[in-house]
């Protein structure tokens, strides 16, 4: 392990990126993003400061212009989206991350699309983490709470059986409760020695479960350390948790 906590080759790292969307200007300046497994990284910040861009430059949905995506020591930076899933990668969007008129369990089997070998030991465990989706697996996604729906979109990366999951405001829109569950059922998946990356815009609540935070900028880290010292940090309470 380095002086902060992270060690020497992390097993998704986005080394400082610089890139954006098509011909238009750079997002991400110079950016660094990186979370070991069994670890929660949470990338926090002002709106606009380039947290899902973060994520989405990782997932290879835009163009990084200079810096490298690595996932597990492999150069991964040119490759589609879809090969970065066949590589490992599970990415839940913010939005659109469900199919509303299949059933819960058509979703997860959706979910599984990449694989060849039996589901129904991982289809068990998502049960497991999630009961209520088992209660519910029948009924058309479209019809949950949008807590439930989060929980259908989280269980469908895992059916891919990710080597790194990764969140994009994951609590958008739920209640305090629900993002307190949710945020339980994140801490048990990272338990079992999954990497876990997300955008989060309830920054203080993701910092208190994070072993690493990012704080972005106008695309750029502005504060890096583990959740506790950035919560404990006067200038990043002043700046981005209200005091």
Known sequence: MSADGVAAQPFLAGQEITGGYGRGPDILHGCTIAVN???IAVIVGPNGAGKSTAMKALFGMLEVRSGAVLLDGEDITMLSPQDRVRKGMGFVPQ??????????????????????DDISGTMASVYDLFPILKEKRYQAAGELSG??????????ALMTKPKVLMLDEPTAG???????????????????????????????????????GYVLVQGANAHTGTGKALLADEQVRRSFLGG
């Open 37 to 39: 497994p069994g670890e």
């Open 95 to 116: 939005v659109n991350n469900i199919f509303p008129s299949m059933t819960v369990e058509e979703n997860l089997e959706m979910g599984a699309f990449i694989r060849e």
């Open 147 to 156: 807590g439930q729906r989060q929980q259908v979109a989280v269980g469908r």
């Open 174 to 212: 739920v209640s305090p409760i629900v993002m307190d569950e949710l945020f339980d059922r994140i801490i048990e998946i990272a338990r079992t020695g999954l990497p876990v990356l997300m955008v989060e815009q309830n920054a203080r609540q993701a910092l208190a479960i994070a072993d690493r």
